[in-house]
């Protein structure tokens, strides 16, 4: 049997050289950036969650609320899942392009998915509503996208691209199916393709992710890597086509409230602010793809100012990013650990606090919860706790080659 050549891993990047992947290649600084700022605006989300205190009685988007700030504050997070998601699709092609035989591949992204999958139904949900539950969010979607990609990572990057593509502007179709159509796999159908609360034999199951729709943005990072990056490096100009594009779509179907482009068409409203944030408030529940086209197009730009960054914020930044699962599920446990904390030392009890997400009802009728400054100086305080903890666990990554620290 003849021996099969060895990938070359892609070369140095010129902000690279601060970090290597587990395969010994150099890393894109920009892309960990990115990823990194992700995290950070995610723990925002989820720390208002917690600590607002509206979050279980009011639209943050309400375009009738009179709060900009509010809006605002919900709407950058919007951000996050996509991008997420999207640079899930990305790492998946430079493992490959750093030299990951197929095989191999496929057994990672395998069983790293059903990892994700595991993780969301136990851990992350318990973090979230400190009681058992089934909550199907952002790494359940990213879990079953790996799945997905296992066995279509073999065909040509630009099939995988189209896939992603028609899924992102078709899945609309997929509410002309009706999930009694599958009988007995009902059930897995409202997971994959609907978004919803279903009861099931291990409790409630919130679906906030259907599958199905964030995979086409999962794939959609797959297939654009290799237009997005050559040698190791950013190709500037690519990405800012892409951005340009992206938003050029978006701008021309948004404007035109194009059918199938966005479920809610925007509407003038009493003042010129809220007439744009009508345009700008598309449908993440599930990824519309005017929601798709405005998100990745911003956050290819934040990908463009992010490659010559400097200064302070780089280094939490790129702690985050290159440690974005331990990050992600460290997060969810401090942040509403620090609420039931805040919530004692006000006299709020602690079992309000449990069940929270399922059965609000205690919180809401203690009063608990602050303004946006509050919560914002709790987004702060979260972020201060996790940075020394994700500090160490990248030292470990960056000292160690464990099998596992790649699930991590």
């Known amino acids: 049997m003849s021996a099969q050549p060895v990938a070359t891993p892609l070369a140095t990047s010129p902000m690279a050289g601060s970090g290597l992947t587990r395969s010994g290649a150099a890393r894109i600084d920009a892309i960990d950036m990115l990823r990194g700022l ?20 009011a639209d943050p ?23 997420f998601v999207f640079l899930a699709g990305l790492s998946v092609w430079l493992q490959k392009a ?25 851990l992350i949900g318990l973090g979230f509503n400190f009681g058992w539950w089934l909550f199907a969010q952002v790494i359940w979607a990213i879990g079953f996208g ?12 630009l099939v995988v691209l189209a896939v992603g593509v028609a899924i992102i502007f078709g899945h609309p179709a997929l509410n002309l199916i009706s999930p009694a159509t599958f ?36 794939l959609l990072g797959y297939g654009m890597a290799g237009f997005l990056i050559s040698a190791g490096r950013l190709r500037r100009d690519r990405v800012l086509l892409a951005a340009i594009g992206f938003l050029a779509l978006f701008v ?13 068409p925007w509407t003038a409203q009493d003042s010129p602010l809220w007439t744009a944030f009508s345009i700008v408030s598309v449908n993440k529940y599930p990824p519309s793809p005017a929601y798709v086209l405005l998100m990745i197009g911003l956050a290819f730009l934040v990908l463009l100012a992010f490659e010559r960054a400097r200064g302070w914020l780089v280094k939490p930044l790129l702690t985050f990013g290159r440690t974005p699962l331990f990050t992600y599920l460290l997060h969810v446990w401090i942040a509403h650990g620090l ?34 400054w509050g919560v914002y100086l709790a987004w702060a305080a979260v972020l201060i706790i996790l940075y020394p903890l994700s500090r160490w666990f990248e030292g470990v990554k960056r000292r160690r080659r464990d099998w596992w620290l790649g699930y991590l």
């Open 339 to 372: 609420a039931v904390a805040v919530g004692i030392a006000v006299g709020v009890p602690p079992t309000a606090f449990l069940g929270m997400i399922t059965d609000p009802s205690r919180v809401i009728e203690a009063g608990w919860g602050f303004s946006l």
């Open 38 to 57: 992700v995290i950070v605006i995610m723990v925002l989300d989820h720390v208002r969650d917690f600590f607002h205190a509206t979050a279980f009685t």
């Open 98 to 122: 750093n030299g990951k035989a197929p095989g191999d591949l496929s057994r990672f992204l395998l069983t790293r998915g059903v990892w994700l999958i595991v993780l969301e139904f136990t």
């Open 146 to 157: 790996m799945i997905v990609l296992a066995g279509l990572h073999r065909l040509p990057r």
């Open 183 to 218: 009988g007995p796999l009902e059930p897995l159908w409202l997971m994959l393709a609907v978004r919803g609360a279903l009861p099931t034999e291990a409790g409630l199951l919130l679906v906030a992710y259907p599958a199905i729709q964030w995979t086409g943005i999962l």
């Open 61 to 83: 988007m309400a375009l009738d609320s009179g709060n900009p700030a509010l809006f605002l504050t919900r709407w950058a997070t919007h951000l996050c899942a996509p991008t």
């Open 252 to 264: 021309v179907g948004r404007g035109l409230n194009l059918p199938g482009f966005d479920p809610g």
